[in-house]
């Protein structure tokens, strides 16, 4: 049972640059979660899904962009990276909103 | 005032001792409590998740809510080296907020 898979584990982009960060779950949850991590300032929400077609902007949306064309696949997309995206990007899913989250193992991206 | 404040640390205890990690939090709203692990280079893992006040035990971690006080523990007993992680708790009204996570070492 692969759970949440995050596809790249490590990046590194120069300022300007765009990529797309891949995250697919095989748990069937229709709520889907972007969280990026910096030192020392927790989990911060960039954008989440409530099911295939919907989605909303979280606490930090600015600079990103998200899809969800499907019930597994939610791809972040950063157009213009800058050195303040620096961060690990976490994908999430969960069965209902008070329930538990499952986390994928994280992509380390730098923007030099 | 954060929605929800946790002691960074990091702390270091020697094997076998009696950890407390701690949040207290702002909003009287806030109804779903929970604790998740997370190892380093991992994502977060749910360890413990209540919803009234009191305490919730399982195995060797107690989770405990005290309403009247905004104010969250995790109590670890017998530490272990492989309990070396970083605790973020996450407290849930409308939108769930992680507090910035303890980081724990358990020497040996």
């Known amino acids: 049972n692969a759970g949440v898979t995050q596809t790249p584990k490590f990046r590194i982009l120069k300022i300007g640059q765009s990529m797309t960060l891949q995250c697919t779950q095989d748990?069937?949850?229709?709520?889907m979660y972007w969280y990026r991590q910096d030192p020392g300032m927790g989990l911060k929400l960039i954008y989440y899904?409530?099911?295939?077609?919907?989605?909303d902007k979280g606490e930090v949306p600015n600079g990103y962009n998200v899809s969800r064309s499907t019930t597994e696949d939610f791809p972040l997309r950063l157009e213009l990276a800058a050195p303040s995206q620096t961060s690990v990007y976490f994908c999430?899913?969960?069965?209902?909103?008070?329930?538990?989250?499952?986390f994928g193992s994280g992509t380390q991206l730098s923007v030099l | 005032q954060k929605e929800v404040e946790q002691d960074p640390g990091p702390l270091s205890v020697p094997e076998g001792a009696i950890v407390s990690l701690n949040c207290t939090y702002s909003?009287?709203?806030?109804?779903?409590f929970m604790w998740y692990r997370q190892y380093s280079r991992k994502g977060p893992e749910l360890l413990m998740y209540?919803?009234?006040?009191g305490n919730k035990e399982d195995g060797r971690f107690t989770a405990q809510v005290d309403k009247s006080s905004k104010y969250i523990s995790l109590f670890i007993r017998d530490s272990q080296p492989s309990d070396s992680a970083t605790y973020l708790c996450?407290?849930?009204?409308?939108?769930?907020?992680f507090g910035k996570g303890t980081k724990l070492t358990v020497n040996p």
């Open positions: 999430a899913s969960s069965y209902q909103t008070i329930r538990e989250l499952f």
């Open positions: 209540t919803y009234s006040s």
């Open positions: 899904s409530v099911g295939a077609g919907i989605t």
């Open positions: 909003n009287s709203a806030f109804q779903y």
């Open positions: 748990m069937n949850h229709n709520y």
């Open positions: 996450a407290i849930r009204a409308e939108k769930l907020v």
